[in-house]
Antibody, heavy 123, light 107 residues
Framework: EVQLVNSGGGSVQPGGSLRLSCAAS????????MFWVRQAPGKGLEFVSA????????YYADSLKDRFTISRDNSKNTLYLQMGSLTADDMAVYYC????????????????WGQGTLVTVSS | DIQMTQSPSSLSASVGDRVTITCRAS??????LAWYQQKPGKVPTLLIY???ALRSGVPSRFSGSGSGTDFTLTISSLQLEDVGTYYC?????????FGQGTKLEIK
């Protein structure tokens, strides 16, 4: 069974940093592109970032590429999102998700999602 | 970047009604479009991919159509359990944009 377990969320002050993790199991992690998608309270889904299966290619929402960094450790079956210079606009539930293509391309839909982790930005 | 415009933003219909949600891309995305359902308080789930392919296990009352820039999600006979918010997403190229969502309620 595919499982994606989000962690690392919490409360951070404006201007602070946070690293989110997503532990994967039940599939060959290195074969699949992975995504971060966020959802602010009461709002819709927003693409944040994606990374190819081998980690060689990364993709970002234009407004976030200077502050967020996606990475993965295929030896640990774990996806990361390093977030910096956080503001109130970054407050959201952050989901990791798996793209369906087993050749590692991100140009596919998202068939499995983690439970999400809440990031709160407040002084 | 490709923008995705979804309509309507909210919809109220009766059980048994036929429901249609549309999604328009600002550029040709061929058929690289997915639909997701998010029930209240839950994680999104994939319903349809490739504009019209039904994911295994999804009820056949759900269907998708379209290509190029205009796409449609149809629920042929609305059920109580279909309440939630529906999102389109294009995956032709980064950034992999979502539509704004359509909140579906039962009358």
């Amino acid at each position: 069974e595919v499982q994606l377990v989000n962690s690392g969320g919490g409360s951070v002050q404006p201007g602070g940093s946070l690293r989110l993790s997503c532990a994967a199991s039940g599939f060959t992690f290195s074969s699949y592109a992975m995504f971060w998608v966020r959802q602010a309270p009461g709002k819709g889904l927003e693409f944040v970032s994606a990374i190819s299966g081998n980690g060689g290619n990364t993709y970002y929402a234009d407004s976030l590429k200077d502050r967020f960094t996606i990475s993965r450790d295929n030896s640990k079956n774990t996806l990361y999102l390093q977030m910096g210079s956080l503001t109130a606009d970054d407050m959201a539930v952050y989901y990791c998700a798996r793209a369906t293509d087993l050749w590692g391309s991100p140009n596919w839909p998202l068939d499995n999602w983690g439970q999400g982790t809440l990031v709160t930005v407040s002084s | 970047d490709i923008q995705m415009t979804q309509s309507p933003s909210s919809l109220s219909a009766s059980v048994g009604d036929r429901v249609t949600i549309t999604c328009r891309a600002s550029q040709d995305i061929i058929r690289s479009l997915a639909w997701y359902q998010q029930k209240p308080g839950k994680v999104p789930t994939l319903l349809i991919y490739g504009a019209s392919a039904l994911r295994s296990g999804v009820p056949s009352r759900f269907s998708g159509s379209g290509s190029g820039t205009d796409f449609t999600l149809t629920i042929s006979s609305l059920q109580l359990e279909d309440v939630g918010t529906y999102y389109c997403q294009m995956y032709k190229s980064a950034p992999f944009t979502f539509g704004q969502g359509t909140k579906l309620e039962i009358k």
